[in-house]
């Protein structure tokens, strides 16, 4: 069993939905969450960040734990062409440096 | 303010060469880290290096991989004898300080082994 489990996807939606991005993991030791986009040949961009359980928002975007349940999710709302990435789910321990990354979800958003 | 810099952006090597992969932090950045992605899979960690230390190779196959982070330069990745099962994207993050701090990734280093 892989420690960060991500459906990869691919997820298309048409302009202007709600999209739901979610992550599971094993490792109860995580305390950090983040969430990075990465477009197609590019190196991967820091959206989001949290820290232990709750919610965080950010413009159009929400990034939500459930360390109960290890669970994490990223929530766009009115989604753009522009959002269309890998969005990639990492965690890490209280160390912090090495990071464990999502196999990353494919999203298209449809003008 | 430059990002982090990583050349080549591709590189092919046959079989039994051996591959250079640069990496030249941000700006006042003294941490780096390599990751290794492949296809459909997320990023791996390699290694995380200060300036003249590695601070944690464990993500590092035991042979033919080596890392350094010398005082003045870049940070190299070096793969001896390359396999077909070394291709994939190699990408280097850097981060102001140790602990949990944000890593800026570069664009990758895209190595092809014939």
């Known amino acids: 069993q892989k420690e960060v489990e991500q459906d990869p996807g691919p997820l298309s939606v048409p302009e202007g939905a709600i999209v739901s991005l979610n992550c599971t993991y094993s490792?109860?030791?995580?305390?950090?969450f983040m969430w990075y986009r990465q477009y197609s040949r590019k190196g991967p961009e820091l959206l989001m960040y949290?820290?232990?359980?709750g919610n965080k928002e950010d413009g159009r975007f929400t990034a939500q734990v459930d360390k109960s349940s290890k669970y994490i999710s990223l929530f766009i709302r009115d989604s753009q062409p522009s959002d269309s990435a890998t969005y990639l789910c990492?965690?890490?321990?209280?160390?912090?440096?090495?990071?464990?990354f999502g196999a990353g979800t494919r999203l298209f958003v449809k003008a | 303010n430059a990002g982090v810099m990583q050349n080549p952006r591709h590189l092919v090597r046959r079989r039994g060469q051996e591959a250079r992969l640069r990496c030249s932090p941000m700006k006042g950045h003294s941490h780096v880290y390599w990751y290794r992605q492949l296809p459909e899979e997320g990023l791996k960690f390699m290694v995380y290096l200060q300036k003249e230390n590695i601070i944690d190779e464990s993500g590092m196959p035991k042979e033919r991989f080596s890392a350094e982070f010398p005082k003045e330069g870049p940070s190299i990745l070096r793969i001896q004898q390359v396999v077909r099962g070394d291709s994939a994207a190699y990408f280097c993050?850097?981060?102001?300080?140790?602990?949990?701090?944000?890593?800026?990734f570069g664009p990758g280093t895209r190595l092809t082994v014939l």
């Open positions: 490792n109860s030791a995580f305390q950090y």
């Open positions: 949290t820290y232990s359980s």
């Open positions: 993050a850097s981060s102001r300080k140790q602990g949990l701090d944000e890593q800026f």
């Open positions: 990492a965690m890490s321990d209280t160390g912090g440096f090495k990071t464990i």
